[in-house]
């Protein structure tokens, strides 16, 4: 079992308005480049399942088969139980875990999903190749990450463009790659896959609600989560340069012709299959 790697400090936290975003994610507009290839009988493991809505359709989806969501933070965990619990899903299991080293043997899912985990972490090339590790052989690995770099929206606003450049700032100052969506083919690559599928995908906010919603919990966690404190305590920003990108934030959700959207990098890797010796 390689021995774990130090971890990048998870730049968004926990706060409501994390888990706002979070739990609006499901496997149709989370994971629709890898919903083809599953099949009833699959064994998933979903790295970084947060609040388990993701994990929790996945295990729908296979009815004959298991998934198992694992994240680092055990009462993240413990909301993601409660998640497949409520809704009557009995093909899960949940675990506290480290993508850098993963506690399951070799080959063992017929899957390995990761959702924007790897611009998270401290060595995603080592995360893959874990990942690549626990899937069967002919197995999949599958992996959507954003990039910041790659986010745009209408009308022009210095206060979004402040807020992409802090974003990016504090991110990488935590250790991780907040623009990994372009980079996700190459670190697969670094890791060992050869036979590789990469798309993209975007989420777009456009509609009143849709700008409310999205506008409404950047707005927030600009001010009060995890993200805030370490803009403020790493000294990328001051207390009142965060006010003022969440009221950007707020001036753009109220513009009629207001528009965001979201670029997302997407890999399929299929595991290699071991060839049998000639007896």
Same mark, same amino acid.
């Given at each position: 079992?390689?021995?774990?790697?130090?971890?990048?400090?998870?730049?968004?936290?926990?706060?409501?308005?994390?888990?706002?975003?979070?739990?609006?994610? /499901?496997?149709?507009?989370?994971?629709?480049?890898?919903?083809?290839?599953?099949?009833?009988?699959? $064994?998933?493991?979903?790295?970084?399942?947060?609040?388990?809505?993701?994990?929790?359709?996945?295990?729908?989806?296979?009815?004959?088969?298991?998934?198992?969501?694992?994240?680092?933070?055990?009462?993240?965990?413990?909301?993601?139980?409660?998640?497949?619990?409520?809704?009557?899903?009995?093909?899960?299991?949940?675990?506290?875990?480290?993508?850098?080293?993963?506690?399951?043997?070799?080959?063992?899912?017929?899957?390995?999903?990761?959702?924007?985990?790897? $611009?998270?972490?401290?060595?995603?090339? $080592?995360?893959?190749?874990?990942?690549?590790?626990?899937?069967?052989?002919?197995?999949?690995?599958?992996?959507?990450?954003?990039?910041?770099?790659?986010?745009?929206?209408?009308?022009?606003?210095?206060?979004?463009?402040?807020?992409?450049?802090?974003?990016?700032?504090?991110?990488?100052?935590?250790?991780?790659?907040?623009?990994?969506?372009?980079?996700?083919?190459?670190?697969?690559?670094?890791?060992?896959?050869?036979?590789?599928?990469?798309?993209?995908?975007?989420?777009?906010?456009?509609?009143?609600?849709?700008?409310?919603?999205?506008?409404?919990?950047?707005?927030?966690? /600009?001010?009060?989560?995890?993200?805030?404190?370490?803009?403020?305590?790493?000294?990328?920003?001051?207390?009142?340069?965060?006010?003022?990108?969440?009221?950007?934030?707020?001036?753009?959700?109220?513009?009629?012709?207001?528009?965001?959207?979201?670029?997302?990098?997407?890999?399929?890797?299929?595991?290699?299959?071991?060839?049998?010796?000639?007896?």
């Amino acid at each position: 079992m390689p021995k774990p790697q130090e971890t990048a400090v998870y730049t968004h936290g926990h706060h409501e308005s994390v888990l706002r975003s979070h739990t609006w994610r /499901t496997a149709a507009n989370s994971a629709a480049y890898l919903l083809g290839s599953l099949k009833p009988h699959m $064994q998933i493991l979903d790295v970084g399942c947060g609040p388990g809505t993701i994990t929790a359709d996945l295990a729908e989806l296979v009815p004959d088969g298991h998934v198992t969501g694992v994240d680092r933070a055990p009462d993240i965990v413990g909301r993601a139980r409660a998640t497949a619990a409520g809704r009557g899903l009995a093909n899960t299991g949940f675990a506290v875990a480290d993508v850098h080293a993963l506690d399951y043997p070799d080959d063992t899912f017929c899957v390995v999903h990761a959702h924007q985990v790897l $611009q998270h972490v401290g060595d995603p090339v $080592q995360a893959l190749r874990e990942m690549r590790r626990v899937a069967k052989p002919n197995g999949i690995v599958a992996v959507r990450d954003s990039d910041y770099a790659a986010m745009t929206w209408y009308p022009a606003s210095r206060g979004l463009d402040d807020w992409l450049d802090l974003y990016r700032r504090v991110a990488r100052a935590n250790g991780g790659e907040p623009d990994a969506g372009r980079r996700v083919k190459a670190w697969a690559i670094e890791a060992g896959f050869t036979d590789i599928t990469t798309t993209s995908a975007t989420w777009t906010f456009s509609t009143p609600e849709e700008r409310e919603w999205w506008s409404g919990l950047w707005a927030d966690r /600009t001010l009060e989560s995890a993200y805030a404190e370490r803009a403020t305590g790493g000294g990328h920003a001051t207390t009142e340069r965060l006010r003022a990108v969440s009221a950007a934030w707020r001036e753009w959700g109220e513009r009629p012709d207001g528009w965001f959207s979201v670029l997302h990098g997407e890999i399929l890797c299929r595991k290699e299959a071991r060839s049998t010796p000639d007896r």
